[in-house]
Nanobody, 121 residues
Framework: QVQLQESGPGLVKPSQTLSLTCTVS??????????WSWIRRPPGKGLEWMGA???????LYTPSLQSRTSISRDTSKNHITLQLSSVTPEDTAVYYC?????????????WGQGTQVTVSS
């Protein structure tokens, strides 16, 4: 059974860089065709897909966040990392990592429980 667990600081100051890690267990982030995404939900709003990293290490980003977002991976540790630079209070959200067996599908097969990140001085 594939499980995802997000970790990172719950409080980040404005202008700093947010860094989160998603540890994947029960499966490999290099399994063929899999995509591993970061998704967030700001308070009172819907889910926003931020970007993904594929089984081959290729990255994709949503255009509105591309200039501030970096997704990477450590295959030896089987984890995915999100970095979001120059954060503002508008980046306050619950951040999720999610996995797809087939990156071309419209749904995600695996979800982490989410981690609350608040941007505040």
């Amino acid at each position: 059974q594939v499980q995802l667990q997000e970790s990172g600081p719950g409080l980040v100051k404005p202008s700093q860089t947010l860094s989160l890690t998603c540890t994947v267990s029960g499966g490999s982030i290099t399994t063929m065709y899999t995509f591993w995404s970061w998704i967030r939900r700001p308070p009172g709003k819907g889910l926003e897909w931020m970007g993904a990293i594929t089984d081959t290490g290729r990255t994709l980003y949503t255009p509105s966040l591309q200039s501030r977002t970096s997704i990477s991976r450590d295959t030896s540790k089987n984890h995915i990392t999100l970095q979001l630079s120059s954060v503002t209070p508008e980046d306050t959200a619950v951040y999720y990592c999610a996995g797809q067996i087939d990156g071309l599908a419209n749904t995600w097969d695996y979800w982490g429980q989410g981690t609350q990140v608040t941007v505040s001085s």
